[in-house]
């Protein structure tokens, strides 16, 4: 088997399986990478002895992060196991890297009105959502325009995180601005419409179902790219949603524009979201279904980063130092 051979037959098994487009990419990029790493040689001819030392590699060598080494891990599983059909045996040092357990950085709310500050128009819009919907990066950037309902508040999440749906309040602040990008949409579908263009990729078998739906409306992306991309299979100018590093690059500039000294990225503004909801008095359970946590202690880590010092334990420090300011006080007087 050549290699081309061997990468459509891992896209083809990753597709049967329902991995998403993100999930294929890395799988099909570590495959090439192993494949790279023993000299072009088969997978085939190649065992779990060369998976330990592809893995000791990248953790020694390129020094990669636990969940990356997990990631090469689990895509080389699947390649032996679903493409090639030769599970790998048991073998010591071919065990998934234990990952450090990070507190997630989160934002004061005076913090993220100053990065919001700093941004305007469509990248304005794409920050407010995620710091208050708690929408990942690329669920936003996914966000349809009939999963955005105006009049009941919610929002949609389609295929989130492990395929799973589910709904989140929508900011009545960002009403008027959400109906004029929408009006924006429905002018720019308009104009692409005439010339030939403005279809849509739409999921599974959308496209033989209703074939007009790749032109409606409601299947349109609340934020498309600014230039559309020729499909060739279709034979069709498609609209592609906005590329996450647009949002990625406009905040890293705000948050240094706003002069702040923590790491700020996207998914910042989601962790600031449930600390801050928690700090509300919200429930845990209606923050987890919010963020779309299938367990709850994966919530439970925002109880770690309320504003309340040490898990609300006072510092002795501080007594000491009132103690000190009235006793000097007494003096005084």
């Given amino acids: 088997m050549s290699a081309p051979k061997l990468l459509k037959q891992a896209r083809d098994r990753a597709a049967v399986r329902r991995y998403s487009p993100r999930t294929i990419a890395a799988y099909l990029h570590w495959i090439k990478r ?21 893995l000791t590699w990248l953790a020694l060598e390129q020094g990669v992060a636990a969940s990356t080494q997990n990631q090469a891990m689990a895509a080389l599983q699947f390649l032996y196991r679903d493409v090639l059909e030769q599970p790998l045996l048991p073998l010591a040092g071919v065990a998934p890297a234990r990952a450090p357990r990070r507190l997630p950085n989160v934002l004061s709310v005076e913090a993220v009105q100053q990065v919001l500050r700093c941004l ?15 929408m990942r990066l690329m669920e936003c ?5 009939k999963d ?8 949609r999440v389609r295929a989130g995180k492990g395929g799973r749906d589910r709904v989140t309040m929508l900011p009545h602040s960002l009403v008027d601005p959400l109906r004029d990008q929408i009006r924006r949409c ?14 849509v990729q739409l999921p599974h078998a959308m496209a033989n179902k209703v074939p007009s739906a790749s032109r409606h409306l409601s299947w349109c992306w609340v934020f498309p790219a600014a230039r559309e991309c020729w499909f060739e299979p279709s034979r069709q100018r498609r609209t592609h949603h906005v590329h996450p590093t647009v949002l990625q690059r406009a905040v890293a500039t705000a948050a240094r524009d706003a002069g702040l000294t923590q790491r700020v990225g996207c998914h910042t503004f989601r962790h600031s979201f449930a600390t801050h909801l928690l700090e509300a008095g919200y429930d845990i359970r209606t923050v987890q279904e919010l963020l779309g946590h299938k367990d709850v202690s994966t919530t439970m880590i925002y109880t770690h980063v309320l504003n309340r010092g040490g898990r609300g334990v006072r510092s002795p420090l501080d007594a000491m130092a009132v103690s000190v300011s009235a006793a000097a006080t007494a003096r005084r007087s």
Wanted: overall charge positive.
């Fill in 120 to 134: 305007s128009g469509t990248t304005w819009l794409m920050a407010s959502l995620l710091y208050g919907t708690g």
């Fill in 141 to 145: 950037c996914q966000l349809r325009v």
């Fill in 148 to 155: 955005i309902d105006l009049d009941r508040f919610e929002v």
């Fill in 186 to 199: 429905r002018v720019l579908l308009a104009r692409r419409a005439s010339r030939g263009g403005g279809y």
């Fill in 34 to 54: 192993y494949v790279r790493y023993h000299g072009l040689q088969h997978p085939s001819a190649l065992g779990a002895t060369h998976v330990r030392e592809f």
